[in-house]
Each structure stands twice: as C-alpha cells, then as structure tokens.
C-alpha cells in the first residue's frame, strides 16, 4: 500500500517476481517463528496465503499481487525444428529468474510444494505440431 503502516516484512516483498506456481518469501513475524512453527521466513502464494502457515503475517494485510499472463512464456525461444522421418527434434531454451523452479517444482521448508509448470515442454509440442 506504500503508506507508514505497512509492517517491514511487507515492505521487503515489495517488487519481488516469482513464476504464477511458485511462492514468494517474507521474513517471518517473531510470534509465527515461536507458535506457528514457520522458520524465518514465510513463503506464500499470494497475500493472505493460509496455506503458508503464518497468522502474524497476514493479519491485517493489505499486499496485492500483479500477474504478467506471459510471465515466463516470454522468454523462451524455439529453435527451427528439425524434421528426420517420423521424428522431430526442437531446441527450447529459456533465459528468467527462477525458471528452473518454476519449471521442474520445488518444495519449500515446512513441505510446502510448488508442482511444475512444464512450459518447455509444451514449447517444444507447439513447434512441433506446427510441422
């Protein structure tokens, strides 16, 4: 909200950039470390994120998220497929933060899970699909 009321953990997050599956990180709030178990920092999917398990951190936020629809997409680039009977063969590569997590899945401390995206993947069926 960008005003004086905004705690520092908040503030911290303000500007960061994770792919739509992943989960973005706060410090933790003291009384989330010692009643709740979270570690010392707190990872959610979006602003009030139950699921991550912090109580303190989300009282009384008022954090919004923004989300690019081309977000990674954007960034990969196909090379020209190669065509060998039956078979084709196509280069993806991708340069962006955090492409490899958001890619394969990760998980974060607590058990908390981010599943793949797999965007390559389709990239690479889309170019093909296209011979």
């Known amino acids: 909200m960008g005003d004086n009321k905004v705690r520092p953990t908040h503030v911290a997050a303000n500007g960061q950039e994770v792919p739509?599956?992943?989960?973005?990180?706060?410090?933790?709030?003291?009384?989330?470390?010692?009643?709740?178990?979270?570690?010392?920092?707190?990872?959610?999917?979006?602003?009030?994120?139950?699921?991550?398990?912090?109580v303190a951190n989300l009282k009384n936020c008022r954090c919004t998220v923004h989300r690019d629809p081309n977000g990674i997409a954007q960034?990969?680039?196909?090379?020209?497929?190669?065509?060998?009977?039956k078979k084709v063969t196509v280069t993806v590569s991708v340069q962006a933060h955090l492409v490899v997590e958001a890619e394969v899945g990760t998980v974060y401390p607590g058990n908390l899970r981010a599943e793949g995206t797999h965007f390559m993947d389709r990239a690479a069926l889309t170019v093909a699909g296209r011979r």
């Open 20 to 54: 739509d599956n992943l989960r973005f990180k706060i410090d933790s709030m003291d009384w989330d470390i010692e009643h709740r178990g979270v570690g010392a920092r707190t990872y959610m999917i979006r602003p009030k994120d139950e699921s991550s398990r912090a």
């Open 75 to 85: 960034h990969i680039n196909t090379g020209q497929p190669v065509v060998a009977g």
